[in-house]
């Protein structure tokens, strides 16, 4: 087992966080991924959901802000896996506030309201949130998809939106939620 696989996520979940592309995590970054998460499901932008869904991001903005170290108001790569590896910003607290945004996602994409999400609902997600490649959100559907019933329900999200922080093996939940493979 080795801390690697938690590392190389720490990586992909920062490339994916800079939606922009600009070598740091910025408020804005969070604010893009809200507002496509929110045109992906048409949600009308006052309505409480996505209200809700906007306020979960920017929850998990306002924990990774403090990973800042230069107060520039943006998180550069090096301050964002620094923070994790050092405890500055916890695993536990940040797990915490992504279950509360995806929760917030899921019930987005979970339109009939039904409990569980398809793969179209779940790559919606993933678009809004900037992973543009389609490859990316099937393979991580199908790793989550253990049942292999062709839909997700909340505890199999939230299984690996945790595995993907705390994954210290290839095959642990979440280990590749956003590598594609």
Partial sequence: MSDQVRLDNIDR?????????DGGISKGDFA?????????????EDSTS?????????DVWDYIRGADLDVDGVVGAAEFREAHTSGRVTTEVLVEK????????FEAADGDGDGYIDLEGFAAIYRGG???????AQAAFRAMDVDADGRLDWAE????????????????KGAHMVSGD
């Fill in 13 to 21: 979940v920062f490339a994916i966080l800079d939606m922009d592309g």
């Fill in 32 to 44: 893009s991924m809200a507002a496509g998460v929110v045109r992906e499901f048409g949600l009308d």
């Fill in 50 to 58: 996505a209200r809700q869904l906007v306020e979960g991001y920017e």
């Fill in 98 to 105: 992504w279950e509360r945004a995806s929760r917030r996602c």
């Fill in 130 to 136: 900037g992973v543009s490649d389609p490859a990316v």
């Fill in 157 to 172: 999200l939230s299984a690996n939106v945790r595995g993907l922080f705390t994954a210290t093996d290839e095959s642990a």
